[in-house]
């Protein structure tokens, strides 16, 4: 609950107090954005929008970004030769463009990762990792879904049996059973 409040401002002017309202929507998760107030949903939807001009700038910065040196090739060439899988077309274990641009480091980017191994290997086909993981999320899955119909089958018959005596203490009370407080 909110007190009707009056601030008196410059030239005698009479103004709502405005502050304790902003102060309890502020803790509701409400976002006081440049005076203009913003809900949680359209806050978290404005948030994400900045997230992904973020992660856009970003990927802008990389394809602007200057050319790798003759060393820096050879070397991503070395590290996608060993992370590579070359019967599979994909990485191995967990490496992707990121990981190896990560190992290596020397200022290499993720960019010039994936420009010569697309170059000379090919299109990202994943990697091995990603695909056990999928697989694994699968069979849990599969075994939520045969626990579940388990269990619901055991607690329908529970319930109904239940019922089924329920029933019978009230057909034995009479009508006023159904007037007894639960």
Known sequence: MIACDYLRHSGNIWKPNEGQALKKLTAQ???????????????????AEAAARKVEEQD?????????????????????????????SRYRDA?????????????????????????MFGPDGGNEEIEDIRAEIEALGRSFEVGLAE?????????AALQKRIDGICDAVGPRAGKVPA
Not at 66 to 83: C, F, N, T, W, Y
Not at 151 to 159: E, F, P, Q, S, T
């Open 60 to 88: 802008m910065q990389e394809t602007a970004a200057p050319e790798m040196s003759g060393k820096q090739k050879r070397l991503i060439v070395l590290a996608l030769e060993d992370a590579w899988g070359d019967g599979a």
């Open 151 to 159: 269990h619901r089958a055991l607690y329908d018959g529970k319930i």
């Open 29 to 47: 998760k409400w976002a006081n954005i440049k005076g203009k107030l913003h809900c949680p949903s359209c806050d978290a939807r404005r948030r």
């Open 95 to 119: 490496y992707t463009d990121k990981a190896v641009a990560a190992e290596l480091g020397d200022g290499i980017r993720a960019g010039w990762v994936r420009q010569v191994r697309e170059e």
